[in-house]
């Protein structure tokens, strides 16, 4: 006899595959999850099975959960399409940041042909093709290593799935573009450590004040960038005030005096045609319109807004 017959060692070779290996039922919950998968994700194996996959937020893919997610992810397009699907999209590691995957997912049939479930495999992915009109393929790194948020990667990929949404189904956002005034003078003045310090402020400031479907991202050196999903051209002032309140308290202790820095606040949302660049480039641009400082100069001192001490 074949010791292919063998479950277990068919087991054991399933485990031993250096990509991530998930087996649903017909109803997405999760019967297999391999070494590989707890690798890939952080998450181990006694933490997902039997678990439903749509609510786990590990297999939701830069998307909020519900309905979209469980009509249009590779494991629902194989179960309703008794056809193999594939994409190329995040996961969300257990630590908190996103991993670019290369996801494939096949139905699974029983004796009888009837579908039961669906095999899904994933591996992290070097590379990620963020710029649809160049096919211009960039390293992907989801995490900026200073802040803690997305990085411009990562931030590229959202967008351009926001901009895909809004041109098949006109699904609105906004975009926010903020830029730390004068960073460069601070940081010559200052430190490095005091610069870095701040920028992780302003950082965990904007993650904290956002909702969980927007997108906080260090855009550049000066600049974040928010992704503000399902919001309308009219509410985005609003927002985007309530935000700027938010930064404009911030500041960090530094050798015994509060420091902070200016910012400058742009916005656009989404117009037929739009590409990653175009979007973006509206938001830059009307930075200088929107230029309010919304904190005190780097040199200020005694602020009552909520800071961190910037040796921490």
Do not use: Y
């Amino acid at each position: 006899m074949s010791i292919f017959n063998d479950a277990e060692i068919c087991r054991s070779i399933l485990e031993n595959l250096p990509t991530g290996l998930c087996v649903v039922d017909i109803h997405k919950r999760i019967l297999f999850w391999s070494t590989g998968a707890e690798r890939i994700t952080g998450r181990l194996r006694h933490d997902m099975v039997g678990r439903c996959c749509a609510d786990e937020p590990v297999l939701h893919c830069g998307r909020p959960v519900g309905e979209v997610c469980k009509q249009e992810c590779p494991l629902a397009r194989a179960i309703k399409s008794a056809q193999a699907a594939a994409g190329s999209v995040f996961l969300q590691h257990k630590a908190g940041h996103e991993i670019p995957v290369r996801v494939r997912a096949v139905p699974v049939r029983n004796l009888h042909g009837s579908i039961i479930g669906a095999v899904e495999t994933f591996e992290a992915m070097a590379t990620l093709d963020l710029d649809c009109d160049t096919n211009r393929i960039e390293p992907v790194r989801a995490m900026d290593e200073l802040t803690g948020i997305s990085s411009s990667a990562s931030m590229q990929f959202h967008l351009s799935q926001s901009l895909r949404s809004f041109a098949e189904m006109q699904v609105p956002f906004g975009v926010l573009c903020f830029r730390i005034e004068e960073l460069g003078h601070f940081r010559a003045s200052f430190g490095l450590e005091a610069a870095s310090s701040l920028l992780r402020v302003l950082a965990h400031t904007l993650r904290g004040a956002i909702w969980q479907t927007d997108f906080v991202g260090r855009w550049s050196d000066d600049q974040f960038l928010v992704i503000l999903s399902e919001c309308r051209e009219d509410a985005l002032p609003s927002v985007c005030e309530r935000l700027a309140s938010r930064l404009g308290s911030e500041s960090i202790e530094w050798w015994g005096e509060r420091r902070s820095l200016p910012l400058s606040v742009g916005q656009a949302t989404p117009q037929t045609g739009d590409s990653v660049a175009s979007i973006i480039e509206r938001a830059q641009n009307s930075l200088p319109a929107a230029s309010t400082a919304i904190a005190r100069s780097a040199t200020a001192s005694s602020s009552a807004g909520s800071s961190i001490p910037g040796s921490k």
